[in-house]
């Protein structure tokens, strides 16, 4: 009997989740176009290397000793029985992904890439999507350890249309400090004119509030700031600022986190905290934090600590990054009045940086600062603006830099060697460009391959990069330990005593070829209830590093970098189905390959008018690709566990 639709787990991918259902590795028939490759192998046609015949052997004194008697009297024919192949090759021993190996957990945090969300409070888009605590129990679920709060004050009362003419004009967004933040604010001003046109004709009562709040108008401060009871006072808010995405509260978002934070992981989870929150409301966050998270937050100072602890001493506990406090020598001007806060616009706390608004920011009169008892809550993961990797806020233990996709280009052609030194000792993030408004994600590849511990995606779109993010995390606890050579010694260590990238990896060749037989029960492309019309076929890709990003040479995709240049892809077949015919995908000598940090992509998809829709998936790290006949356990166009396979021969070379 096949595994019917209603009794396979919904299990979503995303980036670590170790639960996997056993009905997800092991296949309980086989189809007729797959049954007639395994005949060929079988019958010797097509037949297995010596190192799978000897797992099918093994795998046949463990089930049964008939079969291992039964495939002893037909093996020295160069023949492998039927029924004793069929058995071994529908098992998860034939899964083409090999299980992880038990990670150690007891390096210092930086050793470690950690699966990151971006802007996780969002289901949709960036400017209009919904904001919902479901978000995060949907990603902490899925694996994500390293997660992202915006926060705003909270029930902010609006003022009259008549009244706010002219108001706000020039007023500069800064919720992520990206460095597009011009391009980003034209895109946006545009978007604000043509809505209030839009909104100007249909206007309810409902739409009014909506169309106000859009516009970035000035608001007054809520009161009582501060009450006795929380039914009364005004509370913090999670929202996209200056967009229409809906709000939710940061109280209800805490309590989500609570309840989701270590179902699938007891590895630290990391928040980070986007503040654009006064500092009465600050004083709300820190009281919010500590009763929903009780138990659950570090306490305690690292005090002289060069040091970080690793995942194995935080297990359990959440990790708020947060701005820090300005070390010695670093100008720090207090918390601002309420006047003060009153007269500027809000900018962002986090530390998440980019070149505009280190300039920028200087001529402003005042900055949204972080009170102590918030920052305090930082014990290993305080934020600084970015001003270099040689900087004093540098040197500082537990600082992380948070820099935007085309921030961290920049840095890579400028630095490279210094970043990549920086990256083994010290923490640091990477956030998609601010102009990524469909949410869609960078390449979090690239970025690995710097070092840079948290990628954050955009975890509500299913393109390249989260697909990555699976291959990397898959399967595990959504902490990854680095390769040997990206992770450091001792957080204080000077970047000038370590080589460049090139000089700490052995880098080796690689040649992989991938025969691609047959598949089945593969899922039928949305809007298709007719399998005849269905003609899928396969494309493979395979993500490895370029020579030029290794050396630091200006790329010449600039921020758009993609690698993946080595693609292939069948003829089509017909049905859900197909017969592949062992087409050959060949990737040879490919130099400068490092197994941990490249990737192995099939996408399935139907060939039709115009856009091919994509039907099915895996990414599979090359460390983890087994050679021999192995199945490809595909997940839907929406990340959710399949019943579809797909039946390939993979030989690996890699010296």
Wanted: hydrophobic content about 35%; charged content about 20%; some cysteine.
């Amino acid at each position: 009997m096949s595994i019917t639709a209603d009794v396979l787990p919904q299990v979503q991918a995303g980036g670590g989740q170790p639960a996997v259902h056993p009905a997800m590795n092991m296949i309980s028939y086989v189809s007729t176009s797959v049954l007639k490759h395994l005949k060929a192998i079988a019958d010797g046609s097509n037949p297995l290397d010596h190192k799978q015949l000897s797992e099918l052997r093994a795998f046949s004194l463990k089930t049964s000793q008939a079969l291992a008697e039964a495939l002893d009297s037909v093996q020295s024919s160069g023949k492998v029985d039927l029924h004793a192949l069929l058995g071994y090759i529908t098992s998860s021993e034939c899964n083409i992904i090999r299980p992880l190996l038990e990670n150690d957990f007891t390096y210092p945090i930086p050793s470690y890439f950690i699966s990151s969300s971006h802007n996780t409070y969002l289901s949709g888009n960036q400017f209009y999507g919904e904001a919902s605590t479901d978000a995060y129990s949907n990603v902490l679920t899925r694996g994500c350890r390293c997660i992202e709060i915006d926060v705003w004050d909270g029930e902010a009362k609006v003022l009259d249309s008549d009244d706010q003419e002219g108001e706000g004009e020039g007023e500069e967004e800064e919720e992520e400090e990206e460095e597009e933040e011009v391009e980003k604010h034209h895109f946006t001003s545009h978007f604000r004119r043509s809505l209030s046109s839009h909104l100007s004709k249909h206007r309810t009562k409902r739409t009014t509030k909506s169309a106000i709040t859009v516009e970035n108008n000035l608001l007054q401060m809520p009161t009582p700031w501060i009450s006795a009871t929380t039914a009364m006072r005004a509370e913090p808010r999670v929202l996209h600022g200056h967009t229409m995405t809906k709000e939710v509260s940061f109280r209800a978002v805490c309590s989500a986190i609570r309840d989701s934070a270590f179902v699938t992981s007891d590895l630290p989870l990391i928040v980070s905290l986007e503040i654009h929150t006064s500092p009465e409301q600050q004083v709300i966050m820190v009281e919010i934090m500590k009763d929903l998270w009780a138990g659950l937050l570090i306490e305690g100072a690292i005090q002289d600590s060069t040091v970080l602890p690793s995942p194995a001493d935080l297990r359990g506990k959440i990790l708020v990054k947060v701005k820090g406090k300005p070390p010695t020598g670093m100008k720090d001007t207090g918390p601002p009045s309420l006047k003060q806060i009153r007269s500027v616009s809000p900018v962002s706390g986090s530390g998440d940086e980019d070149p505009k608004s280190i300039s920028t920011t200087k001529s402003k009169a005042h900055k949204k600062s972080i009170i102590q008892a918030l920052s305090a809550l930082g014990v290993y993961t305080h934020s600084y603006h970015f001003s270099g990797l040689s900087g004093i806020e540098a040197g500082i233990p537990s600082h992380v830099f948070s820099l935007s996709e085309r921030k961290l280009m920049e840095v890579h052609a400028s630095q490279g060697s210094a970043l990549f030194s920086h990256n083994r000792n010290f923490l640091m993030r990477a956030f998609p460009s601010g102009t990524r408004v469909t949410s869609s994600n960078l390449d979090p590849a690239f970025f690995w391959r710097k070092g840079v511990q948290m990628v954050a995606l955009n975890w509500q779109s299913w393109d390249a990069g989260m697909m990555l993010n699976e291959g990397m995390f898959g399967g595990g606890s959504g902490w990854v330990l680095k390769p040997e050579g990206y992770r450091g010694s001792a957080a204080n260590v000077s970047t000038s005593q370590y080589g460049n990238q090139t000089g700490v990896m052995p880098y080796k060749t690689l040649s992989l070829t991938i025969q691609i037989l047959a598949a089945q029960d593969l899922p039928l492309p949305s809007g298709n209830v007719r399998s005849d019309r269905f003609h899928p076929y396969v494309k493979c890709e395979l993500h490895v590093e370029k020579p030029e990003v290794r050396s630091g040479a200006p790329l010449a995709g600039g921020e758009k970098y993609e690698d993946g240049e080595y693609k292939w892809t069948t003829r089509p077949s017909k049905g859900v189905e197909p017969d592949f015919g062992g087409e050959a995908m060949q990737f040879a000598d490919i130099t400068g390959v490092v197994e941990e940090l490249s990737f192995v992509r099939f996408k399935i998809q139907d060939d039709c008018l115009g856009k091919d829709d994509l039907v099915a998936w895996a990414c599979i790290r090359l460390d983890r690709l087994k050679d021999g006949f192995r199945f490809v356990h595909l997940l839907d166009a929406s990340g959710a566990a399949s019943q579809g396979v797909l039946l390939v021969k993979t030989k690996k070379n890699i010296t």
